[in-house]
């Protein structure tokens, strides 16, 4: 089982960028497909990002392809999540997730492991 922690999540204004990062404690990355979901008030949970551990292969949501890039650190079994020229509309309670799947990479219904998640918010 994967405990993940996320942080790095902040106040910023349009136009600009954080990285939110998301470690794992009790077993490795190892065989698992992470991704970031976000969550706004009173809207659903949307696939944001993913990342296969075994091949590094990358996929995003049409809404951020270009202005975020996902990443991976061996070493330090982290996740991260570069946001740049970020939006207002991006704003919204940010949270990674775990799963054995390689096929359902949007869904999240496909990953068995959250974490509490970290607050964006995007001024105008």
């Known amino acids: 089982q994967v405990q993940l922690v996320e942080s790095g999540g902040g106040l910023v204004q349009a136009g600009g960028s954080l990285r939110v990062s998301c470690a794992a404690s009790g077993s490795t990355f190892r065989s698992y497909t992470v991704g970031w979901f976000r969550q706004a008030p009173g809207k659903e949970r949307d696939f944001v990002a993913a990342?296969?551990?075994?091949?590094?292969?990358?996929y995003y949501a049409d809404s951020v392809k270009g202005r975020f890039t996902i990443s991976r650190d061996d070493a330090k079994n982290t996740v991260y999540l570069q946001m740049n020229s970020l939006k207002p509309e991006d704003t919204a309670a940010y949270y990674c997730?775990?799963?054995?799947?390689?096929?359902?990479?949007?869904?999240?219904?496909?990953?068995?492991?959250w974490g509490q998640g970290t607050q964006v918010t995007v001024s105008s």
């Open positions: 997730a775990a799963g054995h799947t390689t096929i359902y990479i949007r869904n999240k219904d496909a990953y068995a492991y």
């Open positions: 990342i296969t551990w075994s091949s590094g292969s990358t």
